[in-house]
């Protein structure tokens, strides 16, 4: 019976040593289909050279007077910096704010149109209705309530560098006719409103204009359609051009015209 018993204990010790490991196994699966493609907020995440930048504060950083740890900041910012979201009220006057959009429509299709070679040749090139179509002649058609994503290399490539990325490590208004930086084309935005059924567009520079623009009409275009944008997404090196879902979850501001998200695609 004793001997019975041992046999039976091995076995059990066994068989949840297997469940373990399996179980180890397919988290670490499951982990490497997960891409964060989300910057950090820190003292160089890259905004608006306008805007404010983010500033934190630790408010405690010590062991108490009491005899235990206790920590705790404070944090300032622009709602547009960083990686974050625009809602449409950002260049829509009767736009839906933040948190009148649900979870769900920020969840969608990934779209991911590589035009880095062409973007390394023109610093101010602006996506084509032809580099949408080019990628459906390879992929297929867009998904519907896809995400849209410019890849122009520069994220990847320079963040969190504000001269490469922006075109000017200036502040201000004085800044602004430096900006030199990639963007989508009026004509590739009103093609994606007008023939596809998209969420919204997203990019890995800080606008979804190019840095040149002066009158910022893709988001008018974009916003007056009630669509949404990401601006300086990060990773897009390593998403697929298809196949992935985009899950952006905003900061819940009330009113908010945009704010930071946490931004990851399912592989």
Known sequence: MKSNIGSFKNCFVFLMTCILITTSLNSQENNKKLLDMTYPYEKNTIYWPTAKSFHLEKVSWEVSEGG???????????EHGGTHADAPIHFSQNGRTIDQIPLGEWIGPAVKLDVTKKCEKNRDYLLSVGD?????K????????????MYT?????????????????????????????????????????????????????PSIDYGKSKDFKVHQVLFAADKLALENIANL?????????????PMLIKEGTGSPARVFAVR
Request: glycine share 10%; hydrophobic share 40%.
């Open 68 to 78: 235990w740890w206790y920590a705790s900041n404070e944090f300032s910012a622009s």
């Open 132 to 136: 949408i179509i080019s990628w459906e």
């Open 138 to 149: 390879d992929f297929g058609g867009i998904p519907d309530k896809a995400w849209i994503i």
């Open 153 to 205: 290399g520069i994220g990847t490539q320079y963040y969190p560098d504000k001269k490469k990325v922006l075109g000017t490590d200036k502040q201000g208004v004085a800044s602004l006719p430096e900006l030199n930086f990639p963007g989508f084309s009026v004509e590739s935005v009103k093609f994606l409103i007008t023939n596809r059924n998209i969420t919204g567009i997203a990019i890995d520079t």
């Open 237 to 249: 090196d390593q998403l697929p051009a298809s196949g992935a879902i985009l899950y952006v979850i």
